[in-house]
């Protein structure tokens, strides 16, 4: 069964630490709880995203640098 | 004068840049992000054009969009405000190339005053005191342990091509200093590609004092000193004018410092020149000269009765500085505190939301200079700050009685703010009495947390 994780906030998602490091995760790869899979930034500060149940990244539902609601599903995971 | 200001800003800075340019005759035009549609700044210009998706880098930092914006709208000018592009050298010359106003000092002023070493140098030669350092970038370990030795500790090291606290390393001792130096320069290659630095006594127990100037390129003036040493992660948060720390004295000697340097560089806008200033010695230290209109330039407006965001646009416009230096006369105190969207109950975590019931404090002496509006959804995208709390009065005592009574008109439901952090330092026995430094406010939140966490809002 697939899960989808939610942003806890709304922001705009990174899937990379900065700009000049690489992406968190790849859809394939396997995750765990607690594996940090991109960032939230509100106002100027950062939120990590983790993940809440293990399996494989299915597919990236929100781009790198896209603005995001709260709610709004990021990835899903298998 | 200008005919058409495009505003390459957003939120309450850019309202503010739209009033000024009303009061002028000019017409405005608002470019906005995606995101900010809705916002109050595009609901007051003239002409509004969308520049891009919300994120940044592409759209309130995308030269190539807001060139293109004037182009469209046929704007004469375009004012930075402060923040984005305000301070970017290739945005300034951009504009100039485009035949278009940069409501701000050309490519090359502002060049010379951000790079920290030709800032330095340029205090330095104008007779305006320096913290002691290394003049200059140091790039031989030798010479670096040898000015060390001379300058005392502690010491910061610094990335010459730095910004944003990266690459700063502190050595208390020559020993840590002689280590953290190669790891220094290490990262700063890493970077920024450059692992030139510069070494900079620090000054422990320090005010933040900084002097207003305006220039017209031929003359200038400086509008007396601002205090902003309230701070939080180095972003301040309460400021005040005068600096109620500064005998008469000095502040001629620290105000007419500013003023020579400002002549030396032949200064064209508005400006401000930041210090550090010590107390027991009564030692000032230049640290920076911004080359734009500061957030708390208000304070400076209240007590001066100059405004500084329309006289830069008359500069701009080619117009002779309309002052003489006596002409500028320091009266009463003013305050300004910022409103921002971050709960000081949670560690001042943001709170992006929408602004239900709404009161805006009045009365006399009192200003709040804001981009909020009832029923206004305030995007998570951009800065906290909704708006900035600004008083007047005959004294500093007064001053703070009169914020105590702004702050209890003003409501913003719907969202936390930092409202009742300034309620409480409105109380404090040490803000009262004037006696704090830069490094005063954190300590000060932590042992205060339980009682921000009680106050409800």
Redesign the interface.
């Known amino acids: 069964m697939t899960k989808q994780l939610l942003s806890p ?4 998602f990174y899937r990379r630490p900065a700009p000049d490091k690489p992406l968190y995760k790849n859809e394939g790869d396997t995750v765990a709880v607690g594996d940090v899979i991109g960032l939230i ?5 950062f939120h990590d995203v983790k993940v809440e149940v293990s399996g494989k990244i299915v597919k990236f539902l929100a781009d790198n ?1 896209e ?1 995001v609601m709260a709610g709004q599903a990021l990835v899903e995971i298998a | 004068m200008i005919k058409k200001l495009l505003i390459a800003n957003r939120g309450e800075i850019a309202v503010r840049i739209i009033r000024a340019a009303k009061e002028l005759g000019i017409k405005t035009v608002q470019v906005h992000s995606a995101a900010d549609v809705e916002s109050l700044a595009v609901k007051m210009a003239d002409e509004t054009i969308n520049i891009g998706p919300p994120h940044t880098a592409k759209s309130y930092l995308n030269i190539e969009a807001i060139l293109s914006a004037a182009r469209e709208t046929r704007a004469d000018a375009i004012h930075p405000g402060y923040g984005f592009l305000a301070e970017n050298a290739g945005f300034s010359d951009a504009v100039r190339d485009a035949g278009l106003i940069f409501v701000g000092p050309n490519g090359a002023a502002i060049r010379t005053m951000g790079d920290k070493v030709a800032a330095r140098a340029a205090a330095k030669s104008a007779g305006v005191p320096v913290v002691p350092g290394s003049d200059g970038r140091i790039d031989d370990p030798a010479e670096a342990a040898r000015t060390a030795a001379r300058i005392g500790f502690p010491i910061m090291i610094k990335a010459a091509a730095g910004g944003g606290g990266r690459g700063i390393r502190i050595a208390e001792t020559q020993v840590e200093f002689e280590s953290l130096m190669p790891q220094a320069s290490a990262e700063a290659k890493a970077a920024f590609g450059d692992g030139g630095l510069y070494i900079e006594k620090i000054i422990g127990r320090a005010r933040h004092i900084e002097v207003q100037v305006l220039g017209d390129g031929d003359r200038a003036i400086h509008c007396f000193e601002r205090e902003c040493s309230l701070q939080r992660r180095r972003q301040k948060v309460w400021e005040e004018a005068p600096s109620s720390a500064l005998p008469q004295v000095i502040r001629e000697r620290l105000c007419g410092s500013a003023l020579a340097l400002t002549q030396a560089v032949n200064y064209k806008g508005a400006g401000t020149i930041e210090y550090l200033y010590e107390d027991d010695s009564q030692d000032f230290y230049f640290i920076e000269m911004n080359t734009r209109i500061q957030v708390e330039h208000p304070v400076t407006e209240m007590i001066t009765g100059v405004d500084l965001v329309r006289e830069m646009i008359r500069i701009a416009s080619g117009e002779p500085l309309r002052f003489q230096q006596s002409d500028i006369k320091l009266k009463g105190h003013a305050i300004e505190v910022r409103i921002n969207a971050e709960d000081p109950a949670r560690n001042f975590a943001p709170f992006p939301g929408t602004v239900a019931a709404l009161n805006i404090p009045g009365g006399p002496g009192t200003r709040f200079d804001t981009m909020l509006y009832q029923g206004y959804q305030i995007p998570p995208f951009y800065d906290s700050l909704l708006g900035k709390l600004i008083v007047w009065d005959e004294t500093r005592p007064a001053a703070i009685s009169r914020l105590q009574r702004a702050l209890s008109e003003l409501r913003i439901d719907g969202v936390k703010t930092t409202k009742p952090l300034h309620q409480l330092l409105c109380e404090d026995e040490g803000v009262r009495a004037g006696d704090f430094h830069t490094r005063w406010l954190e300590p000060w939140l932590e042992s205060s947390a339980h009682k921000l966490e009680a106050m409800k809002q």
Request: no cysteine; aromatic share 0%; charged share 25%.
């Open positions: 906030l709304p922001g705009t930034e509100v106002m100027k500060s640098e603005p």
